[in-house]
């Protein structure tokens, strides 16, 4: 019988409505587990119980390590997370990070580690969870999918954590982008691709916990300002543009003066869907690459700041220059 740690951390899955705070996440993984009758041994465990709009880095480090941990345990053949939504894209990813490749770049033998969760509260008239854990079980149990790293479950789909965001704010099925690793038939698990792996697996510590990514939007009538503080007192800054990777007037002049005083910047969009890829001039993502930023390639910019965090925490080799952050970054986003 295959073995199957499952891990919660709360968020709709565990939350129930009250008379006085509406939905909160209260239910152990223990609780969401006892309906369920699945074909394989489970070993459930909670990490903690909260809304997973209340995580910071230091949760997102705990989970991750959680996981990647139980993953690497003698006798497991799977690892299930049960997530908040709001932040699943983040703590997947970064698991996903620490999960890793072999060092030559191969698929690594690590358990599949899947994160699933819920749209809609255990005591709605239509809660999901129990459907997605249940998925998220199998897939997690299938010899086909060691080595895939850390994936998201929801509605019978399973997509690789990079790349994937959240899409709908309360569509049952809201996440989009990743590529898609398997999906259910019937009791079974269809195997679709096999995801790139980044390698080799980050390790952060706790210097994780404690540092200062910021994200700053620049839109129309936005002025570099936001950036500038940021930067003062970032270890590194991820720019929300607009289109293929463009900021306003301003914004290459200010990347260039955080460049050269160290702080590497990454370059993102607000675009849902679709690469980094810089082709406009005229202060546009042309002039604020050649300024030193980085091009966030797939990554949306939650995840890339996620990666950016990442590299700057891995005592193994975290970046010393902005030119080692950009060659970094670019491994692990391409």
């Known amino acids: 019988m295959r073995r ?54 230091a949760e997102m480090r705990r989970i991750a390590e959680a996981a990647t941990a139980a993953a690497a345990e003698p006798g497991v053949d799977g690892v299930v997370v049960t997530h908040g939504t709001d932040t699943m894209e983040e703590s997947a990813y970064l698991t996903d990070l620490l999960a890793g490749a072999g060092t030559d770049g191969a698929d690594s033998d690590c358990a599949p580690i899947v994160f699933t969760g819920a749209q809609f509260a255990a005591d709605t008239i239509a809660p999901d969870g129990g459907r997605n854990i249940a998925d998220a079980i199998a897939f997690a149990a299938s010899p086909e999918l060691r080595g895939i790293g850390a994936g998201i479950a929801f509605g019978g789909d399973l997509v690789a954590a990079r790349g994937t965001r959240k899409a709908h704010t309360t569509a049952p099925s809201p996440f989009e982008g990743g590529v898609l690793i398997a999906r259910r038939r019937g009791d079974g698990v269809a195997l679709h691709a096999r995801p790139a792996r980044p390698g080799p697996p980050l390790a952060i510590g706790e210097a994780f916990d404690t540092l200062v990514v910021d994200a700053v939007i620049a839109a129309p009538g936005i002025d570099p300002a936001l950036f500038e503080i940021a930067a003062a007192r970032s270890k590194a800054v991820v720019v929300v543009g607009t289109g293929v990777g463009n900021a306003g007037p301003g914004f290459a002049q200010a990347v260039a003066a955080a460049t050269e005083a160290g702080t590497p910047v990454v370059l993102a969009t607000r675009v849902a869907f679709g690469p980094v890829t810089p082709v406009y001039g005229g202060g546009g993502g042309v002039d604020i690459v ?23 925490a891995d005592p193994a080799g975290a970046p010393t220059t902005v030119a080692d952050f950009t060659a970094r970054f670019l491994r692990h986003a391409g």
């Open 4 to 57: 199957i740690v499952v891990l919660g951390t709360g968020g709709t899955i565990a939350s129930r409505g009250s008379a006085e705070a509406n939905a909160v996440a209260t239910s152990s993984i223990s609780d969401l587990l006892a309906p369920l009758a699945p074909d394989c041994e489970l070993d459930a465990r909670d990490v903690m119980t909260i809304g997973s709009y209340n995580i910071g880095f």
């Open 290 to 312: 050649r300024a030193g930023a980085t091009a966030a390639a797939e990554l949306g910019h939650a995840q890339a700041r996620i990666l950016a965090a990442a590299l700057l």
